[in-house]
């Protein structure tokens, strides 16, 4: 999501400008999951970034990196994998952990798993619009000339956006705390060491070919009667 940055100084103007978009902007990415509630906000990155560049800059795997995630496995179509998974568009890399729709399907397996997977890529669409709607202050331009000023406005949106979700019993996720080990010597170098191939499995392709094929085997047999309800 982009914030119009009104009062952008005009050496920065440049960085923060983009074609597709009017005037000067920063950008927001958010995870967020069907009850709206947005589990991750990273804001701050030019407008004129596009969306690898902004996911190449974001802590969204830090904590897994880190190896102080909490564990999600899952298992579909018979096949156990070991981290979740977030849907994307096609701009995003071939990672193991990001599942995009394909790009022009020819046989119908793949379109019904299309409309799915863009189906609940709407949420985040949806969190946008109600998080603009609860705050007219981020659908109007940003008129601040502190940059840091206008981030701690959009994370307390955040975080107010969760707290009336909450407040109104609209939250179905299940979210504890999690003791997370003490940084010990011996534990940081254990993390290092590990660190890199953690690395290598969220970037990994086969696997994020194979969760795709899984996923679509998946939603075909999910409701046969859809096959042809939203085929005509």
Avoid at 52 to 62: E, G, K, T, W, Y
Wanted: proline fraction near 5%; glycine fraction near 6%.
């Amino acid at each position: 999501m982009h914030w119009e940055w009104k009062n952008c100084p005009v050496a920065w103007q440049g960085q923060y400008t983009r074609g597709d978009k009017k005037g000067t902007s920063i950008m927001l990415e958010a995870v967020a999951s069907q009850d709206l509630w947005i589990w991750h906000g990273f804001f701050g990155m030019a407008g004129a970034k596009n969306d690898i560049n902004v996911l190449n800059a974001s802590p969204l795997f830090n904590s897994i990196k880190d190896g102080t995630a909490p564990p999600s496995p899952f298992d579909v179509n018979g096949h156990h994998y070991d981290r979740g998974y977030y849907p994307g568009d096609g701009i995003y890399p071939d990672w193991a952990m990001l599942v995009k729709a394909p790009h022009s399907p020819t046989d119908e397996t793949r379109k019904k798993f299309k409309r799915f997977q863009e189906s609940a890529r709407k949420d985040i669409e949806r969190a946008f619009g109600v998080l603009e709607g609860r705050f007219a202050m981020l659908k109007t331009p940003a008129r601040s000339l502190d940059f840091n000023k206008i981030r701690r406005h959009m994370y307390a949106c955040l975080v107010l956006h969760n707290m009336i979700q909450e407040n109104n019993g609209f939250v179905i996720g299940r979210r504890e705390e999690r003791m997370i080990e003490r940084n010990t010597p011996r534990r940081l170098q254990r993390d290092l060491r590990d660190r890199d191939a953690r690395v290598k499995e969220i970037r990994d392709r086969q696997v994020h070919r194979k969760l795709e094929a899984d996923l679509t085997e998946h939603v075909w047999n999910l409701s046969p009667y859809f096959h042809t309800a939203n085929d005509e």
